[in-house]
């Protein structure tokens, strides 16, 4: 090398931003780790060469024709390690440009597997409810991740979805209640779920008018953003169990709503051990995925999306250009507010089939976990809502399996995940720059 | 203005945001009172009379279920047997009970906020703390009572300090919004807890509720008046001296005064040689330890034993006194009294007329709303629009931690 | 088209902004609007461009009268403004950031035409000779470029008006000329150019016409061929701008401040300051010129102790004080007065009584262990009120609420209360008014017949010849030379600033 080449580079080192070099470090930190993690999946395979691993999925339906999958634990863990520590190195040799995200689809699966029939140790275990479980209990919380990113997009945080969750729960059970009421007691399986359905909608408007509620306190009235919702979050809690207590525990035709059942497709719902875990699910789980693709189209490929996003990234670069921030905020908050009622109701219509008390249970926390694992994209907090609910679907599986993993630990995985990611330890996520920022529009 | 009125004008929008709260939360009750409006159609005057009604015994069995019933006092005064001053005096200090965490809590929340940190995450600290102090005083079972309220005490102010260092720590260190991470640690203390209490070391005999072994079997802080039924502790007159001392530490001694320097304005403090990473970290060690021993108190003094619902959301509530009191450590103790006083008189509202305690929960929301909000309090009741700015009562800075300081520099 | 403003009035709380302003600028002429700070310019351009109302007065184009209610209007009728602080969304790639809010849709969702978008970019950039990467992210371009880009958005969406607000507060004299060359393209393919500074220099070589504003009121206008720096300085500030400091020869002795092929990086990691070398000797003021951005912010909070020093060697009294914390240095005898007053020197939520301890809060007599005395606190305020002439309701008031002459007054007071080798004075005057400026000027030239060795961080020229008794000038993160003070001129200093050297 020639001295002229040593300033050069030395030149392009100095040039060099320092989020580029802590973007470099990160990647290193990560590489390692994915290496070490393989390096460990192969070491855990050598004593398991001979444990068997059996999994098995349903065919047809819940109970029907049983289609087993045998292999060994061993065998398992040397294709999760192998993948983890390539992925590694692959990490370490393209450094901070590897998409890491998207492997992560692949390597998470992995472990969750092998790790699981490691605890099997030789039963069989059948994934059909656990996948589909998995599915069902990530609706709502995908939905409600999507409510956070298209609040927190356009410059407003949303702390409030578990609020919106309750209130959205308690609203669509007694709307859908007094339907049915008026309906009679021999209204037909269609009228019913046309009682359900008007229960949905009317989550969405609570959802609407709670959402509004934040956005009037936050851009009318400057109550800082983290406050309001906090203040939501307990506001929503105090009014449904008081009118839980108050009015539905004692008037329990208000809260006996017509449920929400699952939905099997023709011709899809039919296709041999995917059909039952994609396709036998209700409304809620079809209209979700429709939702992330049209979402995910709408924020980056549209003038909607853009402007959303510049509302929320630089509010004065869009006002400046005679958009009008505060009215893409308020709408943007009245679509999140529909998509966390409807989520809220389908705790309430399809999950317990009743309104209890405190029955998001965190969701919207969690919720909003996914929000920043997935980095406020929709395609990524989709996949993080669905480890965060399946971690949630394996432990009936695994209780009922006899296998001893205490709960508490698998409840904590969202809690902690999101702790390591916004410490930013394996790569930093950036939200959007002006989320939680009042903007004074002229 | 009178002088009077000049010395109520701070007091002006808390005392107008608790009234506007209690008004809508009327209209709650109002609305939900199904016994009297069904009659509505039939007989209007009547309907809307009971409805009223009901508002008004609500709210008055509440001030009676905070302060006492004057039957009972006047029968005490007349007749002073230990019972008789009992049934008089237990519900004034019951409201002390009830005040005693809410104490402790407001003043660890006032901490993190005057340093310009949201710590969310009172709630987990103060549940840890409890778990932490009921862990160590079932661990030293048989030692002197003393010994165990001491160690337990400090063990509890350990886990709860350790809970706040956390978010503190990934603040200052990485940047992480403690925000996000104090919500998530709340969780995660729960499930700690949960988990905890399962074990064959902390878990009741025969119970498969998640609740521990009956601490007041063996230690117990003890009372400050010894009548029968009575539970006011010690604990709250160690909540007056926390009150003292966190004042004292904010505005007479350094450490104070650099963790508010760096509460207002982060870059000014790092300009004038402050190490103000290291004033988050301490902030927000302090909140957790705070609300840890608030969570000591509760476990070995009000409680019989440790259990999984063992704070009704005073983290939250302690938000809300936080606000309400601008975070001045005096101005917390008399909004807990006040909150206290509600979540007791609550009770007796609930046995009397049948309005859940939860009422207070939303009432307790709303009050925040309109303390962050004074321009709608004002806009609703109309008075002084115009304001001189007054101190932010909320941090500075929230959330955008400046980015971390050459540490190169500061060795 | 042709522009005019006639009697624009605009009323803030306590603040008459603008005062029956009337200005006027033809199709293809560029329009130098000179003011100091606070003169009325950015309110008059927030009219213009649709963010504020005017209270009275009309907004002519070409002859008819127009009102914007709001930004979109005021694009609507070909205004394009280049705001002081760049308006481009740090994540969107240059297409997005120029296209956003003048976005081509297709299909019934909106579908951003991105190759359109991007056509369009690229055509406007070569013919207008911008030279801006279409697909490049705008977080990652250079200041100067990131201008280029806002001026593409005006033309982007066909602005016939183009308004620039103090372009060239943040760029090197390199591209400040560059600037003048786009500026001079743009006046002759028929664009109208309002061209806002407060640089004298600038609106003389750029401007067809000069309009002077001064406390919210048209106070002249002046032809540039034929008007001088003093007419327009005059008119600008009401007065000879003259700034005499009262101070006797300097008396320099030992070296105290040593600084030796100091290099710095920015935030963004760039190298803000290269191979610097100065020395400052006490009871010598240097003062430091330059155009803001070339480094010397970075000098400076490494000096101090605030930034990471990347190579090189700081030596206060000829020991280091690289790698010593910015608490030490303070002890050591430094003052530092910092350049932005609320921001950096000021905590305005605190009382005046607080902030004059806030660097010695922790030392006898203010504090004993961690004890604060409010005592000896309350009694250092009060004297230092009287001292230094801080005008305050009381030492409890809040230091927000004060003046910027007052502010800066606390501030020099805290930092001149101790013994004292090197100050550091970081822009001590900006936009004060002339009373506090001779103010602070005879306070520090005490400080250096003291003993004390000062270095004054400086953009204004004025304020450079009339206190500097060295002149060090700071172009590109270097330091390309340094003058005696009685040899300085105005051209000599203004050469080296523009980087002629």
């Known amino acids: 090398m020639t001295a002229a080449d040593a300033t050069f580079t030395e030149h392009a080192i100095h040039e060099d931003s320092s989020a580029a070099r802590a973007a470099r470090r990160s990647a290193r930190i990560r590489g390692v780790i994915f290496a070490v993690l393989g390096l460990f999946a192969l070491q855990l395979a050598i004593s398991t060469m001979d444990t068997p691993a059996k999994f098995s999925f349903w065919i047809d339906k819940q109970g029907g024709t049983a289609f087993p999958i045998q292999t060994t634990v061993g065998i398992l863990w040397i294709l999760t390690g192998v993948v983890t520590g390539a992925t590694g190195i692959w990490q370490l040799y393209r450094g901070a440009s590897f998409k890491w995200r998207r492997m992560l689809a692949v390597i998470i699966p992995l472990w969750v597997v092998a790790t699981l029939a490691a605890l099997l140790e030789g039963k069989t275990a059948n994934l059909t409810g656990v996948l589909q479980g998995t599915l069902a209990l990530a609706t709502p919380i995908t939905l409600g991740a999507f409510a956070g990113i298209l609040s927190e997009r356009s410059g407003l945080l949303n702390i409030a979805i578990e609020g919106k969750f309750l209130i959205g729960a308690c609203v669509a059970a007694i709307a859908a209640s007094v339907v049915r009421i008026m309906l009679g007691p021999n209204a037909d399986p269609f009228m019913l779920s046309v009682a359900a359905f008007i229960g949905v909608v009317a989550a969405a408007i609570s959802g609407i008018l709670v959402a509004l509620l934040l956005a009037w306190l936050g851009i009318r009235w400057k109550v800082d953003q983290i406050i309001a919702g906090v203040v939501i979050g307990i506001g929503a809690l105090g009014i449904t169990n008081f009118l839980f207590l108050r009015v539905l525990s004692k008037n329990t035709q208000l809260n006996t709503p017509p449920t929400i059942e699952a939905v099997k497709l023709p011709i899809l719902g039919d296709i041999p051990v995917i059909g039952p875990i994609l396709f036998n699910q209700t409304p809620y789980v079809y209209f979700t995925l429709i939702v992330m693709v049209f979402f995910t189209f709408m924020l980056f490929r549209t003038r909607w999306g853009l402007r959303l996003r510049a509302s929320g990234e630089k509010p004065s670069a869009a006002g400046t250009v005679g958009i009008d921030v505060i009215r893409i905020r308020y709408r943007a908050m009245i679509l999140a507010g529909i998509l966390a009622g409807i989520a809220g109701s389908s705790l309430s219509l399809a999950s317990a089939g009743s309104f209890q008390m405190n029955m998001s249970a965190g969701r919207g926390f969690i919720a909003l976990a996914a929000v920043i694992f997935g980095a406020w994209n929709p395609v990524y907090a989709f996949g993080a809502a669905l480890v965060f609910g399946f971690s949630d679907s394996a432990q009936a599986l695994l209780s009922i399996l006899g296998v001893d993993v205490p709960p508490q630990l698998l409840n904590s995985v969202p809690y902690l995940v999101t702790i390591i990611v916004v410490a930013g330890v394996v790569g930093r996520v950036r939200g959007p720059a002006a989320a939680g920022q009042p903007y004074d529009q002229g | 203005m009178s002088r009077v009125g000049r010395a109520l004008r701070p007091a002006l929008v808390p005392i107008l945001a608790i009234i506007t709260a209690f008004i809508v939360g009327s209209i709650f009750i109002l609305i939900t009172d199904f016994e009297n409006l069904s009659q509505l159609g039939t007989d209007p005057g009547a309907a809307i009379g009971g409805a009223v009604n009901t508002v008004i015994n609500a709210y008055g069995a509440m001030v009676v279920g905070a302060l006492g019933d004057p039957a009972k006092y006047q029968a005490a005064l007349a007749d002073p047997t230990p019972r008789a001053l009992a049934a008089a005096l237990r519900p004034i200090t019951e409201t002390l009970v009830a005040a005693t965490p809410l104490i402790f809590t407001g003043l660890a929340v006032a901490i993190s906020f005057r340093s310009g940190a949201f710590n969310i995450g009172v709630e987990g600290q103060f549940v840890l703390g409890a778990f932490g102090a009921a862990t160590a005083a079932i661990a030293l079972k048989g030692a002197p009572m003393p010994v165990i309220i001491l160690v337990a005490t400090l063990f509890g102010v350990i886990t709860g300090g350790l809970w706040g260092f956390i978010p503190g720590f990934l603040k200052a260190r990485t940047g992480a919004s403690e925000v996000i991470t104090t919500i998530m640690l709340n969780y995660v203390a729960a499930q700690v807890v949960l988990f905890g209490l399962r074990s064959d070391f902390l878990r009741q005999e025969n119970s498969d509720q998640p609740i521990s072994k009956v601490l007041s079997d063996f230690v117990r802080i003890p009372l400050l008046i010894d009548l029968p039924a009575m539970r006011l502790h010690w604990g709250f007159i160690v909540a007056l001296i926390m009150a003292v001392v966190v004042s004292w530490f904010l505005f007479r001694t350094t450490k104070g005064f650099e963790l508010r320097a760096a509460g207002f304005n982060m870059t000014a403090a790092r300009y004038a040689g402050m190490n103000a990473s290291f004033s988050i970290i301490l902030a927000m060690t302090l909140s957790g330890a705070l609300a840890g021993l608030g969570g000591s108190m509760e476990v070995l003094g009000t409680v019989p034993q440790m259990s999984n619902d063992i704070s009704p959301g005073y983290g939250f509530t302690a938000i809300a006194l936080a606000l309400l009191a601008g975070n001045r450590p005096f101005g917390i103790v008399l909004a807990a009294l006040l909150f206290g006083a509600l979540r007791n008189g609550g009770g007796l509202m609930g046995v009397k007329t049948g309005i859940p305690v939860d009422l207070l929960t939303f009432v307790q929301a709303l009050v925040i709303i309109f303390v962050a909000a004074p321009g709608l309090i004002r806009a609703i009741w109309r008075v002084d629009r115009k304001k001189a700015p007054e101190t932010p009562s909320t941090p500075a800075a929230p959330a955008k931690p400046d980015a971390p300081t050459p540490e190169g520099s500061a060795a | ?501």
């Open chain 3, 1 to 501: 088209m042709r522009l005019e403003l006639k009697d624009i009035t605009k009323t803030f709380p306590g603040v008459l902004a603008n005062d029956r302003i009337s200005i006027s600028a033809d199709r293809g002429e560029v329009l130098g609007l000179l003011g100091e700070n606070g003169a009325g310019k950015s309110t008059l351009m927030n009219i213009l461009s649709g963010l504020y109302r005017p209270d009275s007065g009309e907004i002519l184009i070409d002859g008819s009268p127009r009102v914007f209610s709001d930004p979109r209007q005021a694009i609507d009728a070909g205004i394009g403004m280049v705001h002081q602080h760049f308006q481009l969304v740090p994540v969107f790639d240059v297409v997005e950031a120029v296209a956003l809010g003048a976005e081509s849709t297709s299909g019934i969702f909106g579908t951003f035409d991105r190759s359109t978008a991007r056509q369009r970019v690229v055509e406007l950039s070569t013919k207008y000779n911008l030279n801006v990467n279409p697909d490049a992210k705008i977080e990652d371009l250079p200041v100067g470029v990131r201008q280029r880009v806002e001026i593409l958005k005006a033309l982007y969406r066909q602005s016939d008006i183009l308004v620039l607000d103090e372009p060239s507060a943040v760029l090197t004299p390199f591209e400040t000329e560059e600037l003048f060359g786009i500026i001079r393209g743009l006046a002759e393919a028929g664009t109208t150019v309002i061209f806002i500074t407060h640089k004298l220099n600038e609106v003389l070589e750029v401007a067809d016409k000069i309009t002077v504003l001064r406390r919210g009121r048209v106070a002249g206008t002046a032809d540039p061929k034929t008007a001088t720096r003093e007419q327009l300085a005059n008119l600008m500030v009401g007065r000879d701008v003259e700034l005499r400091v009262p101070k006797g020869p300097a008396n320099p002795g030992d070296v105290v401040l040593q600084i030796r092929n100091l290099h710095v990086r920015d935030d963004r990691g760039h190298m803000a300051v290269q191979d610097v070398n100065l020395e400052i000797r006490s009871g010598e003021i240097v003062a430091l010129a330059g155009v803001q951005g070339n480094g010397q912010t970075e000098l400076v909070e490494a000096i101090v102790g605030l930034r990471q020093v990347d190579s090189g060697e700081i030596n206060l009294d000829a020991h280091s004080i690289k790698h010593v914390s910015p608490r030490h240095i303070a002890d050591e005898g430094v003052a530092h007065i910092p350049e932005d007053r609320n921001r950096d020197g000021l905590i305005n939520y605190m009382t005046v009584a607080e902030n004059f301890i806030l660097d010695s809060y922790h030392r006898e007599p203010y504090s004993h262990g961690i004890r604060l005395d409010r005592t000896a606190i309350n009694e250092h305020a009060a004297q230092a009120v009287k001292d230094y002439d801080v005008r305050t309701p009381g030492i409890d008031t809040y230091a927000g609420s004060l003046s910027g002459g007052n502010q800066q007054k606390v501030i020099v007071a805290r930092e001149f209360s101790r013994p004292l080798k090197l100050v550091i004075a970081a822009q001590p005057t900006r936009g004060l008014d002339v009373g506090s400026i001779e103010y602070i000027h005879r306070r520090i030239v005490e400080q250096r017949d003291q003993g004390a060795a000062i270095l004054i961080v400086s953009t204004e020229l004025d304020e450079v010849l009339a206190v500097g008794d060295r002149i060090a000038v700071m172009q590109g993160g270097q330091v390309v030379g340094v003058v005696e003070g009685e040899e300085a001129t105005y051209e000599k200093v203004g050469m080296l600033m523009g980087g002629v050297h």
